[in-house]
Nanobody, 121 residues
Framework: QVQLVESGGGLVQAGGSLRLSCAAS????????MGWYRQAPGKQRELVAL???????NYADSVKGRFTISRDNAKNTVYLQMNSLKPEDTAVYYC???????????????WGQGTQVTVSS
């Protein structure tokens, strides 16, 4: 089995910062992509940032210049540093990964359970 476990969400005032972490564990051979999506109440889930192995990092326009994604491949962990937070950043943030499971050559998509980020005005 594979698990993505997030941490670091919470309540912060507008202009503040938070750092999210997501660790992947289990029967993993390799990780192609790690990243973050978010879903606000009444809205569809949307991309925040993706960090593919050997590829260009992709950010949503709404977070460019404020959020930074990084990876620690030795720990199978992805981070999201969120600065200058705005009330419209309030959402449940989901970790996402595309990886190869042990015993296969196939790639699978996995999601974390989500962590709430609330930005007060």
């Amino acid at each position: 089995q594979v698990q993505l476990v997030e941490s670091g969400g919470g309540l912060v005032q507008a202009g503040g910062s938070l750092r999210l972490s997501c660790a992947a564990s289990g029967s993993i051979v390799s990780i192609n992509t790690m990243g973050w999506y978010r879903q606000a109440p009444g809205k569809q889930r949307e991309l925040v940032a993706l960090f593919p192995s050997g590829g260009a990092i992709n950010y949503a326009d709404s977070v460019k210049g404020r959020f930074t994604i990084s990876r620690d491949n030795a720990k199978n962990t992805v981070y999201l540093q969120m600065n200058s937070l705005k009330p419209e950043d309030t959402a449940v943030y989901y970790c996402y990964s595309i990886l190869v499971k042990t015993g296969t050559r196939l790639t699978f998509q996995y999601w974390g359970q989500g962590t709430q980020v609330t930005v007060s005005s």
